[in-house]
């Protein structure tokens, strides 16, 4: 497609379950981030993925959250028992390299509701 | 570390007045400085973005920003508003020091009255 998206759009799940979230980057784009927005908060970095190296994982916020990318394309967020706190609404995005001056394209995001 | 400041929680403004929202860094050396948009219930846009040269930065949708060395800012302003400006706007510092992670302000929460 021409932009990021994210699959679903929303999702509501009940405390103690697990969900998975998805993300499709734009393609040709090597580098793809992952954050959590929170109500009246800023982006919280989770993982940030480049090409082939070890994804830099130091933003998840707990061993309950994983992620993995397949074949430099598609990445998946997984959050296994989910708590309310988990609550929020979870960005992905990506660019076509991994510098710090590349433009970050972003997903409309998925609203995770906990209850 | 680098770390980036949006005093204002939510600012107001009437359809048609000037607009400036101020954004606040912090990093030792030159950053590359970002403002996106984030309009109800999308992800975010790129407004405009600064890394070298002309300290004044035009983008799209009649935005500009300005990056000034001496006070760690980088505001943006559009001098005539439209009901369609009214989203959240974020000030973003690129990753520094090796980093290629971005760090986000908190937002800034636009709203127009007509």
């Known amino acids: 497609g021409a932009g990021v998206s994210q699959s679903p759009s929303n999702k509501v799940t009940e405390k103690g379950k697990d969900v998975e979230l998805r993300c499709d980057p734009i393609s040709g784009h090597t580098a793809l981030y992952w954050y959590r927005q929170s109500l009246g908060q800023g982006l919280e970095f989770l993982i940030y993925?480049?090409?082939?190296?070890?994804?830099?994982k130091s933003g998840l916020p707990s061993d309950r959250f994983s992620a993995e990318r397949t074949g430099g394309s598609v990445s998946t967020l997984t959050i296994q028992r989910t708590q309310q706190e988990d609550s929020a609404v979870y960005l992905c995005a990506s660019s076509s390299g991994g510098l710090a001056n590349n433009e970050q394209f972003f997903g409309p995001g998925t609203r995770l509701t906990v209850l | 570390a680098q770390s980036v400041t949006q005093p204002d929680i939510h600012i107001t403004v009437s359809e048609g007045a000037s607009l400036e929202l101020r954004c606040n860094y912090s990093?030792?050396?030159?950053?590359?400085l970002f403002w996106y948009v984030q309009s109800p219930g999308q992800g975010l846009q790129l407004l405009l973005k600064y890394f070298s040269g002309d300290t004044l930065v035009q983008g799209i949708k009649g935005f500009e920003a300005e990056f000034k060395r001496s006070q760690s800012s980088f505001n943006l302003r559009k001098p005539s508003v439209h009901w369609s400006d009214a989203a959240e706007y974020f000030c973003a510092v690129g990753g520094t020091g090796g980093s290629y992670i971005p760090t986000f302000g908190r937002g800034t929460s636009l709203i127009v009255h007509p």
């Open positions: 993925f480049q090409g082939n190296s070890a994804p830099d």
């Open positions: 990093y030792g050396a030159t950053p590359y």
